[in-house]
């Protein structure tokens, strides 16, 4: 633990830790089938409609859709390559009382983070393949552990020179998978890593990233850790 803040988090590093999650329950359980079968009569807020919104990530808050998790696992089945529909960190499933028990399946290390803060600090998210998160930062660190699919995360550090300029608030102009002709050298300037089942990356605070899903996906973002994760400077607009 001492070793990860020191080589990591003081020093604003990101780092892919292969295999983090292997031996957690989620891994084995984890599934579309796993969700629909445990909790399919649970009512579960999606972001929806996203392909016919240009900005569906700075739009979520009006892409909003109730359903039970039977029919929203049905629907991801059904998707194909999508990205139409996603359980994102905004919606705010895994902190509600109907899906605590998947948390039983999370090990998180020992002393790593806060056992108190867990499940209130955590982001679930689960959609088809084809899913985008837009490039953008966080204002806080975040352990993002892939527990079923494949994911492709493109990131640069805070300080790119050529993503600075392009940046909107928390987001970025550029689309490092098709950037428009005048970007691409911003685009070129990032980090490529697939995570695979089981992997953790560790994306510091203010570390541009786009996420794509390249299989069906479900991961679980972490940043309820045991020190301070509050980085006001990373808050457009706000002193």
């Known amino acids: ?10 020093t604003n590093t990101a780092v892919c830790f292969e295999g983090f999650a292997d031996a957690w329950p989620a891994r084995s359980r984890w599934k579309p089938s796993y969700f629909a079968k445990k909790f399919g009569d649970v ?7 996203r392909s016919s919104d240009a900005e569906p990530d700075i739009n979520a808050a009006v892409l909003r859709e109730h359903m ?15 990205n139409d529909l996603y359980l994102i960190a905004g919606n705010g499933n895994s902190r509600t009382d109907e899906l605590a028990p998947l948390f ?19 982001a679930l998210w689960f959609g088809p393949a084809g899913t985008i998160t837009a490039l953008h930062h966080d204002t806080s660190n975040i352990l993002f552990c892939q527990i079923w699919g494949r994911k492709r995360v493109r990131l640069a550090p805070p300080d790119n020179s050529l993503l600075l300029p392009l940046a909107r608030g928390l987001y970025n102009h550029v689309d490092p998978r098709d950037p428009a002709p005048e970007h691409t050298d911003a685009a070129d300037s990032m980090f490529e890593v697939v ?28 940043n309820g850790f ?4 509050v980085y006001p400077w990373f808050l457009p607009g706000r002193g």
Request: hydrophobic content about 45%; some cysteine; proline content about 5%.
């Open 1 to 10: 633990m001492e070793a990860f803040y020191r080589h990591y988090w003081e």
């Open 43 to 49: 009512q579960i807020e999606a972001c929806t409609g």
């Open 68 to 82: 039970s998790m039977a029919e929203f696992v049905a629907r991801v089945e059904a998707a194909g390559v999508s």
């Open 104 to 122: 039983e399946d999370v090990e998180a290390p020992p002393g790593l983070f806060s056992a108190e803060h867990l499940r209130s600090s955590s």
């Open 195 to 222: 995570l695979e089942p089981g992997d953790a990356l560790f994306i510091p605070v203010g570390w541009w990233h786009h996420v794509e899903a390249l299989d069906v996906s479900i991961s679980l973002a972490l």
């Open 226 to 229: 045991g020190r301070d994760n």
